[in-house]
């Protein structure tokens, strides 16, 4: 069955440095996601991605971040400056046809800022 | 603002009994819904989805109803069975056809009981 993969499960870093999530969605969907969930809250979404462009994205998605299809396979969150606040799970999604489908969801990304 | 609220967040249930999720929503241009369910350490899995156009969605032991009138819906799992255990997120998406992300509850945890 595909899957969504994210590299790595878990990243620690030290407060100020720059962060690179990584996400393989699957192959033939269009509509690429970032969610995060800090420990203990509910999923945040931070950004949609189609067609090569941010669709949408919430206030949590200041400058500190952004996002990049470098290829036709990955997909990558980057965190400029890593604040503490940041640590949480980030979760990339993916679907055919926009979120009103489902979207399937990848295992996540442990950050931790330290 | 939480436009999507799962008010209780845990709910215990014998095994074979029914289960039932709630989950209020106050933002009137949301049109399709999804439950998701997360096991600890995965990303959430989609589980069943219903649109406004709908008041009921079954799928095996899982059936979703909608009321729109009162910006409710709930998730009945019936029988439930131990690996039911898990947290299930409720989301909503806007209208329809877009790259609009998903705006999650806070999730219930739910506990079936042997």
């Known amino acids: 069955e595909p899957e969504v993969t994210q590299t790595p499960s878990h990243q620690v870093t030290q407060m100020g440095q720059e962060v690179i999530l990584r996400c393989v969605p699957i192959?033939?969907?269009?509509?690429f996601y970032w969610y995060r969930q800090i420990l203990g809250q509910k999923v945040e979404f931070l950004v949609s991605f189609y067609n090569n462009e941010i669709s949408e994205k919430s206030e949590i998605f200041d400058d500190q971040f952004s996002v990049e299809r470098p290829d036709g396979s990955n997909f990558t969150l980057k965190i400029r400056s890593t604040k503490l606040e940041d640590s949480a799970m980030y979760f990339c999604a993916s679907s055919g046809q926009g979120a009103d489908t489902e979207a399937f969801f990848g295992q996540g990304t442990r950050l931790t800022v330290v | 603002d939480q436009q999507v609220k799962q008010n209780s967040p845990s709910l215990s249930v014998q095994e074979g009994r029914i289960s039932i999720l709630n989950c209020d929503y106050t933002n009137s241009m949301f049109d399709y819904f999804l439950w998701y369910k997360k096991y600890p350490a995965e990303g959430p899995t989609f589980l069943i989805s219903?649109?406004?156009?709908?008041d009921k969605n079954e799928d095996g032991r899982f059936t979703v109803f909608l009321n729109k009138s009162a910006k409710h819906l709930s998730l009945h799992i019936v029988p439930s069975q131990p690996g039911d255990s898990a947290v299930y997120f409720c989301a909503a998406s806007g209208i329809g056809g877009g790259a609009d992300g998903l705006t999650f509850g806070k999730g219930t945890h739910l506990i079936i009981q042997p």
């Open positions: 219903i649109s406004s156009i709908k």
């Open positions: 192959s033939n969907h269009l509509y």
